[in-house]
């Protein structure tokens, strides 16, 4: 793939997405994450560290802009893909159950937000000791 839909040009896209959230234009940065996580997923296919990082920012995103059931339906998925990828664990799955508890507590779910903290502090201390 070549121009727009090469792979290098998602980071750029990415890194523009940045910029664009921090001049307070959301909306713009999340369709420049989606269309980031569409390249990746095109060019290196979604069992890629890349692409669920990308997941991740996405979600991110999304839950920034008070989306949050699209924010959790993205980090679900990117769990989901951290898992079957690295059976082993890896500090990526701890980040994803970090971030499900963060959109758990901004619905005021308190004590489901609470639980996965308490996941994601686990894999940390499994992952990086």
Known sequence: LYG??????APVLG???????DQGKGAEALA???KALDIKRRTLGSDSDD?????LNL????RGQGMLDEALARFEEGLGIVRR?????SVLEGKFLEHIG???SKQDRYEDAVAWHRKAHRM???TVG
């Open 4 to 9: 727009e839909d090469h792979e290098s040009v």
């Open 15 to 21: 890194n523009m997405a940045a910029v664009l959230k």
């Open 32 to 34: 420049m994450q989606q």
């Open 51 to 55: 692409f669920v990082a990308s997941l």
């Open 59 to 62: 979600g991110a995103a999304n």
């Open 85 to 89: 990828i690295h059976p082993e664990r």
């Open 102 to 104: 963060q959109v758990y």
């Open 124 to 126: 940390y201390r499994k």
